[in-house]
Structure formats: C-alpha cells, structure tokens
C-alpha cells in the first residue's frame, strides 16, 4: 500500500478532480495511512509522474537493490513499448522459503486491475446490443427491482458514481461452500442494501459496484462469470496463462505473503475466491498482462472496438473526471491505469496509449503500514519502463514512531495491571470525588477508545475489521488488542480497588 504523493502533478490534477466533484475531504493526513480513506487514495497512487530525480539505474539493478527493503520474496514485469512486447522478465521466488522461482509465466492475483476485466466484458455485451449503459440495474437484474438501488444505471456502477460507498463495498461476504452460484446468492442478498449517496451525484470507489456488473455479465451472457472471462477475453487475447477465480486452491500460482510486523508471512494456501472474481479476483502473469495492454492501445476492433475501448479510457462523466470504465485516468498526461490490492498481493498496470507504451508489475507481497512496502519497488520499475520522473515514497520515520507506539500499547495495559496489584493499598485508599474521578475516568476513555476502533475507525478506513485483517493482520490484531487490553486494564484495576474496600469493612 502506498499514498498518492500530495505535491506530484499527477495527484494535484487528481485532487483538483476530487474537489470538483465535491471529494475534497478526501485528502487527509499524508502522514498516517491509518486514519485516511486508504482504499481509495491506495487506488489513485498507482501512476504518479513525480518532480525531482532523474532515474539513471536499470530496472534490473533497481530491483535488485529495492526488492530486500519491499519484504517481496518474487516480483515479475512486462513493457509494451510502440505497441510491440519489449521486456519480460521475473526475479525471486514463488514462496518464501521455497526454492521455486517466479516466470514470466508464473501467474499472481492482480486484485483490482481485475476491474478492466469486468469493465471489458460489460462493453463488449453492449457492443452486441445486449445492454444499454444507461439504462437502470434493475431492467436486467429482478433482484434490484423495487430496492432502493433499483435506478442505477450501469455507466454509473462502472464509473464508482452508483452511490454506494467504499466501506459498503468491503464488508467481508465469507461463503465457505462456494459454488457456481455463489456470486447470484451474494447479489440477490445484498440488492436490498441502501446506497451511502444519491446516485450519479459522487464519486467514490466501491467493490460491490463490479461485483454487481459481474452478477450482470452472468444474466445477460447466460454465462458463469469465469467462463465468460475466460471464453470471450483471456482465449482471444492470448492469456494462455491466466484464469478467473474459482474458489479453488491453486498450487501453481505465487503464493500470497501478508505483512507480520517487520517481516511477511506466506498464507497458507492459494486459495481463490468465486465473490471477488469481478472486482479482484483475475489470476494472470505479467506474459499475459502484456498481450493485454496490447490490446487496450492496438487501436484495432478486435475483442472489443476501438471506440470502445477508447470509451474505457475516457471520463464517464461529469461526475467521474479521473475514471473511466475500470481505469483510472490522468488525463493532462494521457496516462490510464489500475493499482491492484489483494491479501498477500501488490500489482499496478499503467498505459500511455497515445504513444503505445505500458508497464505491469506484479508482486506476491502485499504492502505493510510501517515496514515492508512495495510502493517504491513497483513505482520505481513503472517510472523507468516509462521514462517518468521519480523520487521514492519519502520517509517513512513518522509512521513506524506510530506503528511502534500502537503495537506497545497493550503490552503497556498489561504491565500496568501487574504495577495495579502492587499498588493496590493506593487504589483502595483513593477517596472522595477526586479519587472516585481517578478510579472510574480510565474505564471510561478506554471504552470510548474501543467504540472508535470498533465502530468510528472501519468507517474512516472504508472497510471492516475482517477485511482489514485479511490485508494486514499485523496491524488488525493490534488495533484490536489495544481496546481490549485497554478496558481489561480499567476493569481490572477497579476490581482490585473495589476488592479490597469490601474485604476491609
């Protein structure tokens, strides 16, 4: 995970954008990644053309010195330069520990680069007539009927303009008996659900919008959303290597790390999920993502027309100036692009179409709060294969200091019960108003201090604890030990003042 650089050009035009449409209390602290809207300025970081350095190292060397700072175990790449596939290449290994290393072929969980994917497919059944961009959700999906989301219109659930929020699109929908039908369940139960904004009117970055465009792929097409993806985009595209989320676990891929405090641990399993196939859940190597990028900038109509697919590259609307059909967009410099955030998984996938050129990177290492960030390792490779400018992430000092000071706060409750029971006689001698202040006000802040973490904190993160800890379940088991220890410490020393008071009478 990385932030958009505040002062860059690229994140001033950005911001601009987000102001006009009326997203301007989107730029929070630069400096705590914790307290922002982080899922959505994660998104928008991906192509930041900084001021400053001019980068005069291979790509090649520039991994190689990066790579051991980012925590990565493999990293792969593939450039498109004047439309042609110029580089391919891959470092490091598939798991931690193993002695497999990654290819060119190897294939990683690209996460919301997926989101070009679902975008691809919707245009292509409007192309054949089947769907009609503006035309509300609920024509096509009876489930939507009647709800209160029943009137939006499919360019606006393709552009973010839907309404529907970013924590709404990350609560965790966990279904442990996955089948073919899982996504249709998955919709049908949350057509219901109320959107956070009028449609058409904000935007704002939302999972469920393409988990409902896929759920629309299916009823359309009468199709599986895997086949379809598999059948009409990956097949003609050449992606021999590349497949979509089928609930299954595949050896064959990298495997996912997550951070652990300093270090990454590997997940267990490379498990793939049927409900984030739309949204993030295509499974691809940097071989095929290049013939991918290919495609988007031939300027041919073959898998979908060139109009169409300049269509996707394009603002949505009035409402949407930075984004378009599952990209986002800079367009004074004419960059399309897509950061992709998966559990154990870190890509980006940039494009200047007017000159044919495009970069992917691919990590099995998804970024920490503190240590083990593959922004700069990513970035680095994008600015070189690209000729952009770049100055590195900056430092990072201010943000360990506060990783450091949340991961000591309960081991600091705990030791302060142990400093309670040798201090109890104190406590049990505290008296009158002040005493009772003294005894009762830490129960108080530290409840308050676990209503912010577990109710105030997911809505300005935009996501739930169980999706928090899935990315990071360093910094997930912390912020929850903190509220926990904190009241068991208030609770305790009340107890062993209270105790004490009744045994002396």
């Not at 969980?109 to 007539?129: C, D, N, P, W, Y």
């Not at 600091?412 to 006000?441: N, P, Q, V």
């Amino acid at each position: 995970m990385c932030l958009l650089k505040k002062n860059s050009p690229f994140a001033v035009a950005i911001l601009e954008a987000m102001n006009k449409a009326g997203l301007g209390m989107l730029e929070r602290d630069h400096g705590n990644k914790v307290v922002q809207r982080t899922l959505v300025l994660f998104a928008l970081s991906f192509a930041t053309a900084l001021q400053a350095s001019i980068l005069t190292d291979s790509i090649e060397d520039f991994i190689a010195s990066e790579m051991p700072a980012s925590g990565v175990p493999g990293v792969a790449y593939a450039i498109v330069a004047d439309g042609e596939i110029k580089t391919v290449n891959a470092r490091g290994l598939v798991r931690m520990g193993s002695e497999e290393t990654i290819t060119p072929d190897t294939a990683f969980i690209i996460g919301s680069v997926s989101k070009s994917f679902t975008a691809l497919a919707v245009m292509q059944l409007v192309e054949a007539g089947k769907l009609d961009l503006d035309t509300e959700i609920s024509r096509y999906l009876p489930a939507f009927a009647g709800q209160p989301a029943a009137a939006i219109t499919i360019r606006q659930l393709l552009s973010h303009t839907s309404g529907f929020s970013t924590y709404q699109g990350n609560r965790s929908h966990k279904d442990d008996n996955q089948s073919k039908d899982s996504l249709a369940r998955l919709i049908d139960q949350q057509a219901e659900v109320t959107p956070a904004y009028p449609p058409g009117v904000r935007w704002e970055y939302s999972n469920f919008n393409y988990q409902i465009l896929g759920r629309l792929i299916e009823v359309v097409s009468g199709q599986t959303f895997k086949f379809y993806i598999e059948t009409n985009i990956m097949e003609p595209v050449g992606m021999m290597h590349s497949f979509v989320a089928d609930g299954e676990i595949h050896d064959e891929i990298a495997t996912g790390h997550r951070p652990w405090f300093v270090t990454k641990r590997p997940l267990d399993v490379n498990w793939t999920d049927i409900l984030t196939a739309p949204q993030g859940g295509i499974i691809a190597s940097a071989s095929d993502l290049a013939l991918y990028m290919q495609m988007m900038m031939n300027g041919k109509d073959d898998v979908l027309s060139a109009a169409g697919k300049a269509t996707m590259m394009s603002p949505a609307s009035e409402a949407s100036p930075f984004y378009g059909f599952g990209w986002y967009l800079d367009t004074g410099k004419g960059i399309v692009a897509h950061e992709g955030n998966s559990p154990g998984y870190d890509s980006i996938a940039t494009m200047v179409p007017s000159e044919k050129k495009g970069v992917v990177v691919l990590t099995n290492a998804s970024s920490g709060m503190a240590f083990g960030s593959t922004a700069q390792l990513r970035h680095g490779i994008e600015a070189r294969a690209l000729g952009l400018d770049y100055d590195g992430e900056g430092p990072s000092w201010s943000i360990r200091i506060l990783f450091f000071s949340l991961v000591l706060l309960p081991p600091f409750f705990l030791l302060s019960m142990i400093w309670a029971w040798f201090h109890r006689d104190e406590l049990r001698a505290k008296t009158g108003a002040f005493g009772m202040f003294s005894l009762w006000f830490p129960l108080f802040t530290t409840l308050a201090s676990a209503w912010v973490v577990f109710s105030l904190m997911p809505r300005l993160l935009g996501a739930s604890f169980a999706t928090l800890n899935l990315f990071g379940p360093d910094i997930g088991l912390t912020l929850i030990a903190i509220p926990v220890t904190g009241v068991l410490w208030a609770v305790f020393r009340l107890g062993v003042a209270y105790t004490g008071k009744s045994l002396a009478v």
